[in-house]
């Protein structure tokens, strides 16, 4: 049992050297990683008040975002989910530049102007739900949602 | 009812005061209110097609009037997984374009992506350059002017706000009777640019004058054909009034116009129904309007949404764009494959309103000949070439009215013009020696057409179009028209005891008659002199 324990023991330490050793290896290398994760409560007073979502708001969300919140309750989802993406304005980005790509320093590719594509009138139109001589038939213009569609939510 | 033969003569005087008095108190009163106290703002949104062989962002051809759905790659149909490839011509024209509108042109530019529902836009967004456009800041001079008065013209200069790179949407069919729409996918991402304009205009003929010039620098500069009957040039018109000290009042924005004339009308339309709407104590509304050409009004559109929320967010398939000066092209980088502003920016065209400049002051040729020369493709070359020591007046004169009349009956465009540079510049020379009648220069430049390998004195030789130089043909032509026309000599008698008006009508009858029977092949000047000598002996 002793020697049992001594052995556990010993492993142990050398499991510990080793990871302690690769540690060191990485700030060697000096990783952005950080050694031990950190992060700072959130002060749930300090953020944003999600603001009152009245039906046309909805409405225009339900529009935007081509998705149905249903009833009260995925309308409560939504709320929800403006109130954890507030806590994004916890974020100091004091002087920070946005980062749109991480490959942002080099220069996109450019391309010679050739026709090399079209002429593929079939593979295109095959997805088409209704065509006409080659076009595509689409409603007219811009149509609200139909007011059928909002009743769900009273 | 009382006839108007009823009414004494006293009482319709005293009508026609009172219509008069009338009249000229409501043209007063409406000068004062809508001149003087309202001054109305005009901003420019110009979507200029790029002259490119494929679309911006796929292999595509951009041809014009191309079969329905046949010039779109899967990318442009919105099919998901397909990726933007940027065609570098696009950001060359880009570049050249700016350069010549006098941008400072951004070294990295960045492409968003901007929202809006649309069954002509399949990917629910067009790729655009909201934050980090192609170039900013910029400044064109123009000439103002107005073609029914040549002597009321000015120069002026408009601020450019940005010109950045975007897709065009498709085109849609509405058919209303069905209620549906029909979509081609051909015009979906061909190349734009897009150039904004600070509020600099005043009114339609300014606005339009710009546009006018915009044009001719685009098709100078191969960028843009300009050809806004084909919808390669688009004008969208923010308007605004307001009195003067005042802040600017609230704006509307009348899109998609397609005719320079349409610009000027829309815009002249508008600030006068925005006048007449606040002047009778109504509210203007921010919205979006379309011109109808036919009835020359302004009309609300009615499928606009009230708040558009265009949700822009980077374009995450496309890196940034870098362009280099040839000094900051970094080691290693292959300079074939990159965009060198400098490089592109060497040689470009004059500016129109150089150009117009040049030759009203040089040449003191008017301004109305100066747009003429200038606007006419190929047609300001062939006066330069031509020029050298000969005069600059009776050259444009007859590049003008001679050789364009011809021109533009046989719809030749001047570029590709088969008659040698020489011929026309010969044709020039004999009209100025008077070789050849006036009456005869356009039977001879349509034979040039015809033979361009002949020259102008071979085919004068040929046809017998040169005018008779002996003297004595002519005499004996002058004589028998004095024999035939013993009237006209008559009254050429009577004329010479009158007073000096009045006194060469005879004359020019009977050089006329004269011209009319050698067929045109006499300088008018010499038989003038003839008939002068053979009338005083009579």
Not at chain 2, 68 to 83: E, W, Y
Not at chain 2, 222 to 235: D, H, I, Q, W
Not at chain 2, 347 to 354: D, N, R, T, W
Not at chain 2, 404 to 429: C, E, K
Request: aromatic fraction near 6%; include cysteine; charged fraction near 25%.
């Amino acid at each position: 049992m002793e020697l049992n324990a001594m052995i556990a023991a010993k492993r142990i330490a050398t499991c510990t050297r080793n990871v302690r050793q690769k540690l060191q290896l990485n700030n060697y290398f000096s990783s952005k990683v950080p050694d031990v994760p950190t992060w700072v409560p959130i002060d749930k007073e300090k953020l944003p008040k999600v603001p009152e979502l009245d039906e046309a708001m909805v409405n225009h969300l339900e529009r935007l975002s081509l998705v149905k919140f249903n009833n009260q309750a995925g309308v409560e989802r939504l709320y929800k989910a403006i109130e954890y993406a507030n806590q994004l304005h916890m974020v100091d980005t004091e002087g920070v530049e946005p980062l749109d790509s991480v490959l942002e320093n080099r220069s996109v590719y450019l391309r010679e102007d050739k026709v090399t594509d079209g002429n593929c009138l079939k593979d295109i139109l095959q997805n088409a739900s209704q065509t006409v001589e080659d076009y595509f038939v689409a409603p007219p213009g811009n149509i609200p949602l139909k007011s059928s569609d909002r009743k769900s939510l009273k | 009812m009382v006839s108007i033969h009823q009414i004494s003569l006293r009482r319709l005087c005293r009508l026609f005061a009172l219509v008069f008095r009338h009249n000229r108190h409501c043209s007063n009163s409406s000068k004062n209110r809508s001149a003087q106290t309202w001054r109305s703002v005009v901003g420019l949104e110009i979507h200029a097609q790029i002259q490119s062989e494929s679309k911006l962002f796929s292999g595509a051809s951009t041809k014009y009037a191309g079969s329905t759905n046949t010039q779109v790659s899967i990318f442009d149909a919105a099919i998901p997984g397909t990726l933007p490839v940027l065609n570098r011509r696009c950001i060359e024209a880009g570049v050249r374009t700016a350069g010549a509108l006098g941008c400072k042109i951004s070294q990295v530019s960045k492409f968003d992506r901007k929202h809006y529902f649309y069954a002509d836009l399949p990917t629910g967004y067009q790729i655009t350059q909201q934050r980090h456009p192609l170039a900013r800041d910029g400044k064109v001079k123009y000439l103002v002017y107005n073609t029914d008065n040549w002597n009321k013209y000015n120069w002026k200069t408009a601020s450019i706000i940005q010109l950045q790179i975007e897709q065009d949407s498709g085109k849609s069919l509405h058919d209303a009777d069905r209620n549906r729409s029909l979509i081609d996918l051909n015009r979906a991402g061909v190349g734009l640019m897009e150039i904004v304009t600070a509020p600099d205009f005043t009114d339609g003929e300014d606005a339009s004058s710009f546009v006018r010039e915009l044009v001719l620098i685009l098709r100078r500069l191969e960028t843009c054909s300009g050809k806004m009957e084909e919808g390669a040039l688009r004008v969208d018109a923010n308007i605004s009034v307001h009195r003067p000290g005042e802040p600017l009042g609230v704006r509307t924005e009348i899109k998609n116009l397609n005719s320079i004339r349409s610009v000027g009308r829309a815009i002249d339309y508008e600030i006068k129904r925005q006048i007449a709407e606040l002047e009778s104590g109504r509210e203007i509304v921010n919205e979006t309007r379309s011109f109808d050409a036919q009835s020359g009004q302004t009309i609300a559109m009615r499928d606009k949404e009230k708040l558009q929320d265009y949700r822009f967010m980077p374009e995450p398939n496309l890196l940034p764009v870098f362009l280099y000066d040839s000094k900051s092209v970094p080691m290693g980088v292959d300079r074939a494959s990159v965009i060198v502003i400098d490089n592109l920016l060497q040689g470009l065209p004059p500016a129109p309103s150089e150009s117009y400049e040049r030759i009203h002051k040089d040449h003191k040729i008017s301004i109305r000949n100066c747009v003429i020369l200038v606007n006419e493709d190929g047609l300001l070359k062939m006066f330069d070439d031509i020029i050298e020591k000969r005069d600059a007046k009776a050259l444009t004169n007859f590049l003008i009215t001679d050789f364009l009349g011809v021109t533009h009956a046989r719809n030749i465009n001047l570029l590709q013009s088969p008659v040698p540079l020489r011929h026309i510049a010969d044709l020039f020379d004999m009209k100025t020696d008077r070789c050849i009648s006036n009456d005869n220069i356009s039977q001879v430049l349509e034979l040039m057409f015809d033979f361009p390998d002949k020259t102008p004195a071979e085919i004068v030789k040929e046809k017998q179009l040169d005018n008779i130089q002996d003297t004595e043909v002519l005499r004996a032509e002058c004589e028998k028209t004095l024999l035939k026309h013993p009237d006209v000599v008559q009254r050429w008698k009577v004329s010479q005891q009158k007073e000096k008006k009045g006194r060469q009508d005879p004359v020019i009858k009977l050089v006329n008659t004269t011209m009319t029977a050698l067929k045109n092949r006499a300088d008018p000047l010499v038989l003038i002199s003839i008939f002068e000598k053979l009338l005083s002996k009579k």
